[in-house]
């Protein structure tokens, strides 16, 4: 019958720059279920390489190792991990808790990697603690409890998921000799209950508790030595249930476990935390508030095209806004605007008409430059009315004498604080009554004083019908096709001019160009956006390198008890997905402050931030977690689990 644990002429060496290191040089023992064997020599032997070996930590250079008649060599990392899990439990001299959990989920850990649900954990951890007389400390952090204490709560972590086969590696080392027995006792009834123990230790009094003393020296057994028969094969009550989980079962599992770890180590340094995320904050906060910001004015754009009605069209003259000899043509009339108007497929046609002329107030002479417009002007421009009124639709009518000033020509010919509105202001020799104040129009700088008039009023009063226009607003009859009136319109004209020499505007035209600048300006924010949020993607990688770093010991610890290297890859996957998580969340709530501080209906900077721009912040941040959490998170998972457990 094949032993429980066999080794068969086990060498293992070190390669340490140009050394070779031989801690092993060819080691036969066999070890048989129940007994207790203490493995003693002096420093440096190779005890603990022996022992790594036994365990599935570490894997013989050359040799064989056979755990229940089967070798381990060729098995992968995440074999020897599941053999660990199901048939190992290991006590180190230093204990290995885990500092920010407290006894009883430093007892379930291993019960976490092999599939054990939270409730059945926390009972069996509970039970154990209980059992080594620490039923007192369950909720204690490592800080809190002696050398003894902590040596106890990792002997019940190394019983978690059955540990048929204990190994303790200087279980007494760090501990005053009254807590040694205690841990030694505690071994010796372990053993009585079945389980295979096998300690190293380098004091002969405790190894004289043993059944079989095996002493080795330089890397070879120098004797075995039986002192009692063993207890053979008592029966152990077997608890271990594990991977009897599907694969989405058990990935969802992972992630629902790796989920409070993350939560629980960014919570154990949240300033750093708080500023790897500040990068994600800023990003998405940028990117989601100008975004918004670009959907608003958009919208707002819109609104006022389609207040404008989808069946009007503007007539310039010249070949187009760029034409520089618009100015000097001179054959578009009122004659036109008469002409046109009078076609059925024509509801209105409102002439603009412009001219720079002297105005009087008082003594005070200027000039300005006078614009006649339909009533329809202001609105459509999106210039605001600031005091009094526009012109009403009977203003146009009755041509009558009133005008709208811009702000700035209010505040030059009413300086301090007289109000405009009601006063008579001469436009060459014409009285007009001042009606209204508007706003500056945007882009629009220079001297001259802008002044509004009923187009009407211009025409009719000022300038004469054989005046030209620079511009024409056609609004075409509800029921006729705005394509068939604009090409009527087109031959019309070009027949009494003799040549097109006008421009024909409709606001499709206007609608596109305006889709094609939001569409423009959106691509180059959000390239904009995409750097500051790689920047931040490279923050969230720095840290978690730093973090990986760290807590190296935890990443060995781990692996020690059964971690995958999947388990160990998504617990730092998870965190850094949400560490980008919680910052678009932050972000978002930053921006949606934003749209209700400073964009509301009538604002300057109208935002919309609509569901699927925060979805999009969300996956974003979820891509930039999940490809900046990558490389580190691989890291993790391909640690030696040996050299891990032992970095400082
Ligand atoms: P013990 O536990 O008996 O004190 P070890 O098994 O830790 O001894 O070490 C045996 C020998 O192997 C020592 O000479 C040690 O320096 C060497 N050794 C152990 N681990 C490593 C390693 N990871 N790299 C290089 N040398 C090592
Ligand atoms: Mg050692």
New binding site residues.
């Given amino acids: 019958m094949s032993s429980l644990l066999e080794i068969e002429n086990v060498t293992r060496l070190f390669q340490t720059g140009e050394e070779t290191v031989s801690a092993l040089k060819g080691i036969d023992l066999r070890i048989d279920s129940g007994e207790l064997v203490a493995i003693v020599g002096a420093s440096g032997s190779g005890?603990?390489t022996l022992m790594n070996i036994l365990g599935c930590l570490d894997q013989p250079t050359a040799g064989d190792y056979r755990v229940g008649g089967h070798s381990v060599a060729g098995l992968s990392a995440d074999e020897l991990a599941a053999l660990r899990r199901e048939h190992f439990g290991f006590i180190f001299q230093r204990y290995h808790l885990l500092g920010t959990l407290n006894s009883a989920d430093n007892v379930a850990m291993p019960a976490v990697y092999a599939g054990i649900d939270s409730v059945t954990r926390r009972e069996r951890a509970n039970l154990l603690l209980e059992r080594l007389g620490l039923g007192e400390r369950i909720d204690h952090r490592p800080g809190q409890l002696s050398g003894g204490q902590q040596q106890r709560v990792s002997i019940a972590r190394a019983l978690m998921n059955g540990g048929r086969i204990i190994l303790a590696?200087?279980p007494t080392g760090a501990l005053d000799s009254k807590s040694g027995e205690t841990v030694l006792e505690i071994l010796k009834e372990l053993h009585r209950d079945g389980h295979t123990v096998i300690m190293v230790t380098h004091d002969m009094e405790v190894a004289s508790h043993a059944d079989r003393i095996i002493e080795i020296r330089d890397g070879l057994v120098l004797s075995d030595k039986r002192c009692r028969e063993p207890v053979v094969d008592a029966p152990l009550p077997s608890f271990l249930n594990s991977d009897s989980v599907g694969v989405l079962a058990g990935f969802h599992r992972r992630v629902a476990e790796a989920f409070p770890m993350a939560v629980r180590s960014m919570a154990a340094h949240r300033v750093r935390t708080f500023l790897t995320m500040l990068g994600i904050i800023i990003g998405i906060a940028a990117v989601v508030s100008v975004v918004g910001l670009g959907e608003g004015t958009r919208q707002r754009v819109l609104a006022e095209i389609s207040e404008l009605g989808a069946s009007t069209l503007s007539i310039f003259p010249g070949h187009g806004w760029d034409d520089e000899r618009a100015e000097s043509i001179t054959s578009l009339v009122v004659a036109d605007a008469e002409v046109l108007s009078a076609q059925n497929y024509i509801d209105s046609v409102t002439p603009l008409v412009s001219t720079s002329t002297r105005i009087r107030l008082g003594r005070t002479t200027m000039s300005a430059n006078v614009d006649g417009v339909g009533e329809d002007y202001f609105r459509v421009n999106g210039l605001r009315i600031v005091l009094g009124t526009g012109f009403s639709a009977d203003s146009i009518a009755e041509r009558r004498q009133e005008a709208v000033i811009e702000e700035r020509a209010a505040s030059t010919l009413f300086p301090g604080d007289e109000s405009p509105l009601g006063k008579v202001i001469m436009i060459d020799r014409v009285p007009v009554v001042i009606i209204g104040t508007v706003a500056q129009r945007s882009g629009m700088s220079g001297k001259t004083l802008q002044i509004y008039l009923p187009y009407t009023a211009v025409t009719g009063r000022l300038l004469g019908a054989a005046t030209s226009l620079a511009g024409l607003t056609v609004r075409i009859s509800d029921d006729v096709d705005t394509i068939v009136a604009e090409r009527a319109i087109v031959g019309l004209l070009t027949r009494r001019h003799g040549t097109q020499d006008f421009f024909v505007f409709n606001s499709d035209q206007l609608r596109r160009i305006m889709e094609k600048t939001s569409q423009t300006m959106t691509l180059l924010i959000s390239s904009v956006a995409v750097i500051s949020l790689i920047v931040g993607g490279i923050g969230v990688m720095n840290i978690m390198l730093v973090s990986v770093t760290e807590r190296t010991r935890e990443i060995g610890l781990r692996m020690a008890v059964g971690a995958r290297r999947i388990d160990i890859m998504l617990q730092f996957l998870i965190e850094a997905v949400t560490i980008c998580i919680a910052g678009s969340f932050l972000g978002v709530g930053l921006a949606l402050g934003a749209a209700i501080a400073f964009g509301g209906q009538g604002s300057q900077f109208p935002m919309i931030i609509s569901f699927d721009a925060i979805l999009s912040a969300c996956l974003v941040a979820l891509l930039i977690g999940l490809v900046f959490g990558f490389l580190p998170a691989r890291n993790a998972s391909r640690l030696d689990p040996v050299d891990a457990l032992s970095r400082e």
């Fill in positions: 005890k603990s590696d200087e």
